[in-house]
């Protein structure tokens, strides 16, 4: 079993910055993969960002030049995120591809943490 704590989350103005972090803990052997994924009012959950254990990151169009992603030596992924908008307003989760045996990539969530930025 993996678990994914998230901090970071609050209220903002446009404009502002925000730090979240995930920190995973359980029983894995490796981390293959990890994001930040966002459901705003009303929308579907959407990528964010990601980064591969390699440090290969990938971002939506909307985040690209203001988001960045990245991963500590431990088992932390963080998210900076820059210049906010009020349409970046959504719950933030993390997410893990967890390597938990051999043979197998198990995927995890985190709960959520809300973000919002008001104008």
């Known amino acids: 079993q993996v678990h994914l704590v998230e901090s970071g989350g609050g209220l903002v103005r446009a404009g502002g910055s925000l730090r979240l972090s995930c920190a995973a803990s359980g029983s894995f052997f490796g981390i293959v993969s990890m994001a930040w994924y966002r459901q705003g009012p009303g929308k579907q959950r959407e990528l964010v960002a990601s980064i591969l254990s390699g440090g290969l990151t990938n971002y939506a169009d909307s985040v690209k030049g203001r988001f960045t992603i990245s991963r500590d030596s431990g088992n932390t992924v963080n998210l900076q995120m820059a210049s906010l908008k009020p349409e970046d307003t959504a719950v933030y989760y993390c997410?893990?591809?967890?390597?938990?045996?051999?043979?197998?990539?198990?995927?995890?969530w985190g709960q959520g943490t809300q973000v919002t930025v008001s104008s």
């Open positions: 997410n893990g591809a967890f390597r938990t045996s051999i043979l197998l990539v198990t995927d995890y």
